[in-house]
């Protein structure tokens, strides 16, 4: 089963558009994490978000966490080829969990 | 750069050796991971340690077990390799100080092919 569910799985755009992928769950998180993973290395935390309803920005990104705490997503303005990775989001369940678990991840491509 | 580092970087064995693959961090994080990264799966939790001597099971556990004997080292062990564990392995490291950071550091990931 799979706790967070991530989409579209892939995105293939052209440079300049705009995009937003989503994490949705039926489960209450205390948290989630942005990560963006680029070939050939490891994931790297871009944003967390605690709060439901929380907004942050990120240069051109930014993230939403859900009222419910139960979904979140990403949003990229004028999408660049050095946007392009996998994109994965992680979270903690509600109780104190620290172990983060992970969603399958969108594999974005920006095409010049 | 948060100090974490696998070895080795890549690996071929043949079915039904064993294998151990080494994480170290020298940046005293309590948390410790073990991650395997397959195409369609994302990363999926193999076990992970809370301590020196703590270590839990994730939800991919069969077939690996771990140890953490100091603080700056994790290891995973594939007991016997079988076909079924090729794959990316990614240790992450979390949680420092009083306050816990949830945010994971990530080492560059092990490839690890078993022929």
């Known amino acids: 089963t799979q706790l967070l569910k991530q989409s579209p799985q892939f995105l293939s755009i052209q440079e300049g558009e705009n995009l937003t992928v989503y994490c949705n769950s039926s489960?209450?998180?205390?948290?989630l994490q942005w990560y963006r993973q680029e070939p050939g290395e490891g994931p790297v935390l871009l944003v967390t978000v605690v709060t439901g309803g929380e907004v942050k920005k990120l240069k051109r990104l930014t993230f939403q966490f859900g009222d419910a705490r139960k979904d979140s997503s990403l949003h990229i303005t004028a999408a660049q080829t050095g946007d392009t990775g996998l994109y994965l989001c992680a979270g903690f369940l509600i109780g104190g969990s620290y172990i983060p678990t992970f969603g399958r991840g969108t594999s974005l491509i920006v095409h010049p | 750069d948060a100090g974490i580092t696998q070895s080795p970087r890549h690996k071929v064995t043949e079915t039904g050796t064993p294998v151990t693959l080494r994480c170290h961090q020298t940046e005293n994080h309590r948390y410790m991971y073990w991650y395997r990264q397959d195409p369609g799966h994302g990363l999926r939790l193999i076990h992970y340690s809370y301590g020196v001597k703590d270590t839990d099971k994730g939800e991919v556990s069969d077939g690996y077990s771990v140890s953490r004997s100091k603080t700056e080292d994790f290891l995973l062990t594939l007991e016997s390799a079988t076909s079924s564990q090729t794959s990316v392995y990614f240790c992450?490291?979390?949680?420092?100080?009083?306050?816990?950071?949830?945010?994971?550091?990530f080492g560059q990931g092990t490839r690890l092919t078993v022929v």
């Open positions: 992450a490291i979390s949680g420092t100080g009083r306050s816990m950071n949830t945010e994971a550091f």
């Open positions: 489960s209450v998180f205390s948290s």
